[in-house]
């Protein structure tokens, strides 16, 4: 997962909102662009929100960013994708990306926590009626999944493009939150018997396993060899 | 992650709605209570959605489940939490879980796809307010992250549980989604020179790290040295 090339200037920060500056521990909350794409570009699905008659609902899917725009693609029946509307006033989404990093065992059960990055962006979220454009969000989209990996496959052809609906969010309502570090314990509880401290969960590729009708002599990419 | 004991019979199934029949690839919809519980289980964060201003917010969050309910807990001051309100309407809310479990590669760019599980709850989200009811649902949270470390640490005291509100979730309008198996390319791209195949991804602890302060003596538990 990667972003394209980059032109934000280190400095650059989104700006904070009512709804981006959390009421809670706002210590943990960051508006650096550089660091809300890493987390961005790292997670392979999203949580799509948006409201339905009055309810929300919330989808998994996944996703692509260029510069200061997200793409999320699908069938142009799905629900979501037909709510965007045709060159309408768009669809108020709330896109959300986590990445749980580790456990964290307190000796209290009160001070058990994760260590996470997550980002949340807040907007409206539009048909991608241009055809260039829509080319480069599916790029995107699959070079999201693996770099590098649209180079190395079969692009969309007219009746791919056709049924596939593509959404823009652009980032701009955005913040990260995030918790590291190690054990909150009360003083008065250091003492206990019980173990305390914090456990990395581990992220990676297996093995890859070939399709049973891969053209003979084609070789596993450098590309998923990386851990 | 683990439920507790289960009471449900294999055969036992959440009931279709409209909200839970997908409009797209129904085949991949699951409504069985055992595999719904079983992604819920061992999945580390929802990701919580509730409309806020007529527009969507969605949140990650840690959650439990005893039996058919779901708690998600948080500080009495939080937003969501404060919506909820005192025996009062409940909030709407969407609840979803989600796991990527592999990489799909296909020759095609627009066949490439991710294998997952993934749960979603609509519903009614209320206060806990029995204090035995708010008890089990913090065990419940503690042994979601680490099964059975709620036997394994100081409980929350008097003052704790008055700064934590916890609000339940009934499993009722639930549906489960998923993708598994390998690359489905057209028959005319299968002697493309690309490598198609699926790529599993990893999980598991990575190497505990015990806190500075550890009380000397102090071992690392069995529960810790699990895959």
């Known amino acids: 997962m990667q972003g394209t090339q980059e032109t ?4 650059a920060a989104y700006t904070r909102t009512d709804r981006t500056v959390p009421t809670r521990s706002p210590d943990r909350a960051a508006y650096d662009k550089e660091l809300v794409h890493a987390i961005l570009d790292q997670a392979y699905v ?13 989808l998994p899917t996944l996703y692509g960013r260029v ?3 997200l793409y999320v693609h699908g069938s142009t029946g799905s ?3 037909r709510m965007t509307g045709q060159a ?16 964290v065992l307190a000796r209290s059960a009160f001070h058990h926590s994760i260590n996470y990055r997550s980002v949340v962006v ?3 979220a539009h048909d991608v009626t241009d055809p260039e454009e829509k080319r480069l969000a599916l790029d995107a989209l699959v070079d999201h999944v693996v770099p590098g990996r649209s180079r190395d496959s079969r692009p969309a052809n007219r009746k791919e493009l ?3 609906a593509v959404i823009r969010l652009d980032l701009d ?11 909150d314990d009360e003083p008065e509880d250091l003492a206990l018997p019980h173990w305390a401290g914090v456990v990395p969960l581990r992220k990676g590729y297996g093995t890859p396993v070939p399709a049973a009708d891969l053209a003979p002599g084609t070789e596993l990419p450098d590309y998923l060899t990386m851990p």
Chains 1, 2 share one sequence.
Do not use: I, N, Q, Y
């Open 46 to 58: 999203c949580h799509l929100g948006f409201v339905r008659d009055g309810a929300p609902v919330v």
């Open 79 to 81: 629900r979501p994708l």
């Open 8 to 11: 934000t200037s280190p400095s």
């Open 88 to 103: 309408g006033p768009g669809l108020p989404v709330c896109l959300t990306v986590t990445h749980v990093d580790a456990l």
């Open 173 to 183: 309502e955005v913040s990260a939150k995030f918790r590291t570090g190690g054990v």
């Open 67 to 69: 510069g200061e725009r």
């Open 162 to 164: 056709a049924a596939t």
């Open 122 to 124: 807040h907007g409206v």
